[in-house]
């Protein structure tokens, strides 16, 4: 089992739409969670962090989170071509080495005209 | 203020040859954590420095290394390079943890031939 996984997609959603992104982890001691979003052949960018249990808002993008099913998800309202790109899910946790963070592979979105 | 910088931004390499890559992360920040990103694997996490101390380590061979310097500036080497080797190496500086909000650098591109 990895321990971040998300559908790798794409996902196609029509211009103004909500696209719901998903995410699950495996290790129960995760404490910190982020979506990041990356253009093809750019860095990641930070578009949320969410690190207790339920909703958390900013803008047109809402980050939920479920410990206790492991799950964490992102949703886009009212979706515009320029959210096209892959969104990547991370769980960070503290491991007897130090802090890290893990990466899932990402799911491709794709918003259609 | 300015962002993480992350020198050369492309290089090509053959096989059996060393790479040194070098990531200046953004002022006040004092973790840096190094990732490797392939099509395949997506982002792996290599290592992350805090202090001029690793505090943890992915799972990659010993060929892969890195450092981290008083200004929290950081490299990493790959010797004895492999075709595999080639992917896109990100590096992300944090303030304290890699548990903190991570902001990335645009990457290194390596080719190895």
């Known amino acids: 089992q990895k321990e971040v996984e998300q559908n790798s997609g794409p996902l196609s959603v029509p211009e103004g739409a909500i696209a719901s992104l998903n995410c699950t982890y495996s290790d129960r001691v995760s404490q910190s969670f982020f979506w990041y979003r990356q253009y093809s052949g750019k860095s990641p960018e930070l578009i949320m962090s969410i690190y207790s249990n339920g909703d958390k808002e900013d803008g047109r993008f809402t980050a939920q989170l479920n410990k206790a099913s492991q799950y964490v998800s992102l949703l886009i309202r009212d979706s515009q071509p320029s959210d096209s790109a892959t969104y990547l899910c991370?769980?960070?946790?503290?491991?007897?080495?130090?802090?890290?963070?893990?990466f899932g592979t990402g799911t491709q979105l794709k918003v259609e005209l | 203020k300015a962002g993480v910088t992350q020198t050369p931004r492309y290089l090509i390499k053959t096989r059996g040859q060393q790479v040194t890559l070098s990531c200046s992360p953004i002022?006040?920040?004092?973790?840096v954590s190094w990732y490797q990103q392939t099509p395949g694997q997506g982002l792996q996490f290599l290592f992350e420095y805090f202090s001029e101390t690793q505090r943890n380590k992915g799972n990659f061979p010993g060929r892969f290394s890195g450092r981290q310097f008083s200004n929290s500036r950081s490299e990493m080497n790959v010797s004895t390079l492999e075709l595999g080797d080639s992917a896109l190496y990100l590096c992300?500086?944090?303030?304290?943890?890699?548990?903190?909000?991570?902001?990335f650098g645009p990457g290194t591109r390596l080719t190895v031939l």
């Open positions: 991370a769980v960070g946790r503290v491991t007897g080495g130090g802090n890290k963070l893990t």
């Open positions: 002022s006040g920040h004092r973790s």
């Open positions: 992300a500086s944090s303030l304290r943890s890699a548990q903190d909000t991570q902001y």
